[in-house]
């Protein structure tokens, strides 16, 4: 004769004690029922006052026992054991897991979250839950910290990383410089001061230069004119850049960042504009033109990219563009290890005809990142990692610009990642026109 044994009796017992107290929270449960390897249930959650559910889910594993002594117990408390199987399972889902331990000859239920219990280090390494009697009920009571423990998971689904072989790229170029640096005396105590006193006598004069303490920092030779116009020629001094790039003084690391930003400045002139505002750098919009176009690299291939280009009509004047929006990014430099680097975000500008501020440009550019998705963004840097790398170097008719230089990073290689397809899945708006994934991947 076929027979069902005392175990699966004191199972459907423990789940239908589970059932009662979900139901009595106002919630819904879901057995899973037939082959499962290590999840009991679904609790669903749902508004008690209007019946509405959100799909917001909370695995369950359930264990009943008639054990008369649990392991470990007090009066307080006892322990579960669990096996690293089980755990490493529970772990790598994307749903909160309740771990419930159910007696159903006293009437009562214990539970823990499994991933929060387990995120120490110390309590994962010894594969053990340990219950407090008291704290721990699982009754009616329980349903805020149920419903918190739900209400705080990230919606919409993310699996499991892919084994596969993946290439990371970095928003980061590596930075090098001249080697030397030099210093002189100066009466001028700013650099608003010196740099007044410096157009007058050359108005296209580099801007490679900072004043600290009534004395001038640059990359350029101070014996030359005009600067041995308003420094202490005489009294200059030569300095290699290590002593500054490689310092672990502070006002000597900001010293550099800011001989750093001044070289930026006249790296990339004239191809690119400087908003002060915003700290950006932008393609200006040609003189006889409404857009510009510029030819880069991409991944694969080489693409042209609309970098300046009209939208709209004036309601004031239906001749005029609205707005332009020009490509932009900002920067920053950071030293990491023994190394300098450029951090490049990608961004907008927006202007009125072309080169005036537009007073609405905050909120297009918020609208624009809204609609943007990632490989929009990832797109825009590997154009502007391109000019970096690109911009200002030597060749037949010209020389290289001395001061400052970019190169390109190497990928990272990853071991596991994600399919693009379940990257553009996720995407707010994966048919985003600003840039699209066969462009990104050419």
Known sequence: MKRIGRSDIIGQRGMAHIESVVLSMGFMFYPTGGVEAGIDGFIELRDEATGAVGNLLLQVQGKSTERLRLQAETEESFEFPCSEAD?????????????????????????????????NPDKLKARKIVFDKQADIFSREAKPAILALGLSTTRGATAPSARIQ???????????????????????????????????????????????GKAVL????????????????????EFGSDEWSESD??????????????????????????????????????????KLKYAYKSLKSFVPRDVVKRYGKRRDDPSQAAYWRHSAFRHRFLRLGEHW???????????????????????????????????????????????????????????????????????????VGVPDDLWKSQEANPDSPLFDWEQAEA
């Open 249 to 290: 003084d502070e006002d000597r690391q900001r010293d550099f960042v800011a001989l750093l930003n001044r070289a930026m400045s006249e790296f990339v002139r004239p191809a690119l504009w400087h908003d002060k505002g915003s700290g950006a750098f932008f393609f200006p919009k040609p003189k006889a033109r409404d």
């Open 87 to 119: 755990i490493s399972y529970w772990m790598q889902g994307t749903a909160p897991v309740l771990f419930i331990v159910v007696l159903p000859e006293k009437g009562v239920a214990y539970w823990k979250s499994i991933k929060a219990w387990f995120s």
């Open 218 to 237: 640059s990359f350029r030779n101070l014996d030359a004119w005009p600067w041995n116009k308003l420094c202490e020629a005489g009294a200059m001094e």
């Open 341 to 415: 680097y450029a951090e490049i975000t990608p961004t907008y500008h927006f202007t009125r005809e072309g080169y005036k501020p537009d007073p609405w440009a905050g909120d297009r550019l918020k609208r624009i990142k809204e609609f943007e998705n990632n490989a929009a963004v990832m797109g825009q840097f590997v154009m502007w990692r391109y000019f970096l790398t690109h911009h200002g170097a030597a060749d037949l008719y010209a020389e290289g610009y001395p001061f400052l230089a970019f190169a390109l990073l190497e990928p990272l290689g990853l071991d």
């Open 166 to 212: 993946e290439e990371l790229i970095v928003n980061l170029v590596g930075v090098s410089t001249a080697r030397t640096l030099y210093w002189a005396p100066t009466s001028f105590a700013n650099d608003k001061t010196f740099g007044a006193a410096l157009r007058e006598l050359d108005s296209k004069a580099g801007s490679e230069w900072i004043v600290r």
